[in-house]
């Protein structure tokens, strides 16, 4: 007859596997991290050279400002066909 009691009532097991609200949050928190940190590198064989490629671009942007910015009193040279 115990046998029975114990499996339609909660017993001190079963609420020892349920995490606190606390632990739950920060669980779903790392998956959720790790689901967006999954899915930005989706495709990509080698994070790291996309970050070099990314950097060496806004590199050659900002040099490119740069230039524009001072002129250097020098035009530009265009292509004349006549």
Avoid: D
């Avoid at 990314?54 to 002129?71: D, H, I, P, V």
């Amino acid at each position: 007859m115990g046998g029975c009691l114990s499996c339609c009532g909660n017993s001190a097991e079963e609420t020892n596997l349920m995490p606190s609200p606390e632990e739950r949050r920060q669980q779903q928190l790392e998956a959720a991290e790790k689901r967006r940190q999954e899915n930005e590198s989706r495709g990509i064989r080698n994070p790291e050279n996309v970050r070099r490629q990314q950097q060496r671009a806004l590199e050659q942007e900002r040099r490119e400002a740069e230039a524009e910015r001072q002129g250097q009193g020098q035009t530009t040279l265009k292509w004349q066909t006549t």
